[in-house]
């Protein structure tokens, strides 16, 4: 069987987002009444270190070591104040000095990257020049943050991935503050549990994919990816598409 790392890097080499996408619509069970996201960390783009959608830096892949931010004048979830060793902040670190926690623990080896769920409506920054600094010296692959960040000059300097969904000027504490680590979040309407694989192309976007799912995403995307092969390729020799769908993906 295949370890981690080599999974990741067929995952990197082999696929993208809009593949894992494909496969996690087959493969996840939707609650009745809501609609599909199929892994999808939707509205993000990279800002570090080039601001934009491209095809000049590299695709990463990692698991998932979680944020949850909270208003400022909220109290910590029950599970960060019942468990602050593994889910809160200990007393005099900066919630960024755990970022390597997870990794550190995890025996795959396979580095983390940081996910940072920010409460809906705000217009602060949870992720600046001095937290990215400090990520990139704990050796974090990349962030991708469900809500603003800021110094963007600063942040490219670092060279550290960053992906998010707007920009601010402001600091985190003047709206926000960390809520706990480790944790269920969720951003556009994923869950992403600690250990979930993150997915970063920085053309395609993002996606979530859940670790107990890896295995089934990868042996089902090469099946998958056949098909559209083929249904192209009928459509380019005058197939209708509705012809080339019933006939290859059915």
């Not at 468990?83 to 902040?89: I, Q, S, Y």
């Not at 001095?130 to 990349?142: E, Q, S, V």
């Not at 380019?236 to 012809?243: E, K, P």
Request: aromatic share 6%.
């Amino acid at each position: 069987m295949a370890t981690l790392n080599e999974q990741l890097e067929t995952l990197i080499k082999e696929y993208s987002p809009c593949d894992v996408s494909d496969a996690l619509i087959k493969l996840q069970k939707t609650p009745e009444g809501s609609t599909a996201r199929a892994g999808y960390l939707a509205d993000l783009v990279p800002f570090s270190p080039v601001t934009g959608r491209n095809e000049t830096t590299p695709k990463i892949a990692a698991p998932a070591t979680t944020f949850k931010f909270i208003p400022k004048s909220s109290s910590p979830p029950p599970l960060a104040t019942e468990n602050p060793e593994k889910h809160g902040f200990q007393p005099g670190k900066h919630w960024v000095d755990h970022v390597g926690s997870y990794a550190a623990s995890d025996p795959s080896g396979a580095g983390s990257i940081v996910v940072i769920e920010q409460p809906e409506g705000q217009y602060c920054a949870v992720t600046g020049g001095i937290m990215a600094t400090r990520m990139k010296a704990l050796g974090i692959k990349a962030t991708v943050v469900g809500g603003r960040v800021r110094d963007l000059r600063e942040l490219q300097a670092t060279g550290l991935p960053i992906w998010a969904q707007a920009t601010s000027t402001v600091g985190t504490n003047a709206e926000a503050k960390a809520g706990a680590r480790d944790v269920p979040i969720s951003i556009g309407g994923v869950t992403v549990s600690p250990g979930d694989i993150i997915f970063c192309d920085p053309l395609e976007g993002v996606v979530a994919i859940p670790r107990e799912l890896l295995g089934q995403v990868l042996e089902l995307m090469p099946k998958l990816i056949a098909m559209d092969d083929q249904a192209k390729e009928a459509v380019a020799q005058g197939m209708s598409v509705t012809d080339a769908f019933k006939k290859f993906r059915s």
